[in-house]
């Protein structure tokens, strides 16, 4: 069983950057793929990265595509979302995943373990 609890979330203008975190606890993360999904107001939950579990491939959505980022911190048990240029279409409350095995999934049914959630606010 793994706990999944983010962090970092919280109101920025427009052309801002945050970075979220995800902590994990129960068991190491070292061997899952981390996924981030958001979803906004009033729409289905989508996709925005994932990283796998070495940290060799990513896959990222094409609409955040160059301005956020996955990562991860075996050691510290920790994935992160580097988000720059943020948009105010870019507010949604987002989710970290986790899913075992090394495929970089889309998917959230690939997911088996979900965070709460962290809330992200852009104003323009």
């Known amino acids: 069983q793994v706990q999944l609890v983010e962090s970092g979330g919280g109101l920025v203008q427009a052309g801002g950057s945050l970075r979220l975190s995800c902590a994990a606890s129960?068991?190491?993360?070292?061997?899952?793929?981390m996924g981030w999904f958001r979803q906004a107001p009033g729409k289905e939950r989508e996709f925005v990265a994932a990283?796998?579990?070495?940290?060799?491939?990513?896959n990222t959505a094409d609409s955040v595509k160059g301005r956020f980022t996955a990562s991860r911190d075996n050691a510290k048990n920790t994935a992160y979302l580097q988000m720059n240029s943020l948009k105010p279409e870019d507010t949604a409350v987002y989710y970290c995943?986790?899913?075992?095995?090394?495929?970089?999934?889309?998917?959230?049914?690939?997911?088996?373990?979900w965070g709460q959630g962290t809330q992200v606010t852009v104003s323009s």
């Open positions: 990283i796998s579990w070495v940290g060799s491939t990513t």
């Open positions: 995943a986790a899913k075992k095995g090394m495929a970089v999934a889309t998917q959230q049914d690939a997911y088996d373990y």
């Open positions: 129960g068991r190491t993360i070292s061997i899952y793929t």
